[in-house]
């Protein structure tokens, strides 16, 4: 399973979480999961997962650590998964387990929640 934020759907007030295999689901993150976080690279970081599965923050003044070790950009999936995996109890861990439950159950129609 994998997926990503696609868009922001402003007449439900929703984002649109798209998997590889083109299905979707609508999630109010900001009342259901008000502390999801995004983890978007930006001007000022990147994140990144390594060969052990551990996911790191790496500001721009330390991006020559980035290449010497050759590291690939985290998903948001992986980003998620890893707050399950480590047992936390966050908005990202709760909601890769809805979404990994609702993609087990290979759903073809779309759910608005």
């Known amino acids: 399973m994998n997926y990503n934020i696609d868009i922001y ?3 439900d007030d929703t984002f649109k979480f798209m998997f ?17 976080n995004i983890i978007n690279s930006s001007k000022e970081f990147i ?7 551990n996911i790191t923050k790496i ?3 330390n991006l020559k650590e ?10 948001q999936t992986q980003y998620d998964e890893w707050c399950f995996n480590k047992g936390n109890k966050n908005d990202n861990a709760k909601l890769y387990e809805l ?13 608005i929640i």
């Open 59 to 61: 500001y721009n003044d």
């Open 99 to 111: 979404l990994n439950n609702l993609y087990s159950r290979n759903i073809m129609t779309t759910i």
């Open 47 to 53: 994140t990144i997962i390594d060969k052990n599965h």
């Open 20 to 36: 590889d295999d083109r299905r979707w689901i609508s999630i109010d993150l900001v009342n259901d999961y008000p502390n999801y």
């Open 66 to 75: 980035y290449k010497k070790y050759s590291k690939k950009l985290a998903t």
């Open 9 to 11: 759907l402003a007449k």
